[in-house]
């Protein structure tokens, strides 16, 4: 996929506006967990997962979630992938490569996506202990949590 | 389902870069069916357009759209969907009473008009997934596709090699984006990594498109052609929008809708009764896991078997004969494209690749992040 191009039979009409959503309660209280670098999650009364990010409802079991947890800043690599490429606005473009990964925190049912650092990828495999790296000084609250290193 | 409902004429176009304008194609390719049919837009009683207002860069897209396809000062609907559910929802409706007639129209021009990634990029958590900028169609199914390797014991040698029989399926289909003359997988596995483990040519290529299809109620059918195809059953299922928190390694919610559809259908045993299945494999982990989690084929067996040709034209399951959509993605229009062929197939006009005489057959589309939903109809002859 080729960038926008500028010619008389396709002309570019480039679409670009922001949006500003409000987060709401859940992912608010989250991202201040980060600033305090705790990872919060919310347990579900019906089936007992803890679910993170924290959400509003259970899906599984339609119920609504109350209860706040303290997540381990450790946990479990699930899966991960070095990409080659970076997206934005649909576009691609190459990149160094750069590794990210599904690592579930202890004490949660699910995994977050997150970056990986510190590690050869050729020596990563599920089921590794990782470890929450912070960074107070990122440049917006979703990056207080850096990235997960190696534990 | 009985003989209620049927499909009795498409006409598809595909390729990387058709040269037309959204209006010009869609005209187009409505004309065709017309004509093979031979009728005028008179004789539809609803149209269902299938696009999506994001790659249109308009909203309500579909209002520019009525004139081209002859839907004004008639019922009009759209799906913001992939094309198979518009065919689903012409048959309810047809089912319904109210109409006799459907003209189902999908279409997208990703081949070069825009990133054909926007559409799922822009369905993620603006608030989330879109904060972090980590997530996109194709690092999510770079998981999928490790996570699939490693519950099957398979090495990245092997999505070379399906994704080689794929692309070598589409070779005999002259309507492709991306063919390999011959099961090559070093052409595969030479191609750049995008997220690993996935190639380039692992990964579907950017695609314009369009499909119609004509549904038609059983008298009605029987009037318009010799041959109808009939619906006999259908199904679709949504998973978690959340995908860290799904079994990756096959798709619940594509097993979901394949049951509904073979209840409808009657069928108690579809890895024996289905003699073809187009299914829309993205990327070339797709197609045996989708086989398998549908029921068609054996976990287990399925991905060395696809990735030997053993789903070939000449086989009791023949996958994918047209190369699927790794060989073309139309987004919206592959899983009307893939009812479109399975029609063809049906009715012996399936020309170079026409894998034997199936009787009934399997059409499958999806849409979201790594198969998140899928919808499957089944049709016989």
Redesign the interface.
Known sequence: ??GLMGSYF?PA?P?DFG?N?R??AY?ERYLDGLKEKKILGVRCSGCGKV?V?PRMYC?GCRLRLEEWVELGTEGELV??????????????SQAEPFT?G?VRPDGA???????IRGAD?AALR?GMRMRAVWDPDAE?E?LVLSHYEPA | MDDKVAIVGIEYSQGDDLGLTRERLCFRTVRGVLDKLGIDRHAIDCFILASNDFLE?RTISNVFEDGPVGAYLKDETKVEMDGINAVVYGALRILEGNYDTAMVIAHSLCG???????QV??SLD????R??????E??GA??QA??YL?SRGLDEGWLDRAAAAALANGAANDMVTRSLDGADESKVASS???????REMHCYP?TDGACAIVLASAGRARELTDRPVWIRGFGSSID???F??RD?TRSASAADAARRAFAMAGISDPASEIGLAEVSDLFAYQAPLLAASMGLADADEAPRRFAEGGFGKDARLALNPSGGALSAHPVCATGAVRVAEAFRQLRGEAGAVQAGEPRLALAHGQDGLCLQQNTVVVLGI
């Open positions: 996929m080729e396709t009409v679409m949006y959503y987060l709401g992912l679910l990010p899906g899966e991960f992938t070095v990409g080659h490429v970076s997206m934005s606005k649909g576009r691609l990210i599904l049912a699910l995994p977050l996506l997150a970056r990828p599920p917006n979703y | 860069g070069h008009q825009v990133s054909p990634y926007l990029q822009y603006p608030t989330y997934d904060q972090l900028g980590l997530l996109n194709l690092s770079a998981l490790r996570a490693r750049s990594y995008l997220y690993e483990p996935l950017p978690s929008y959340y860290a928190g990756l």
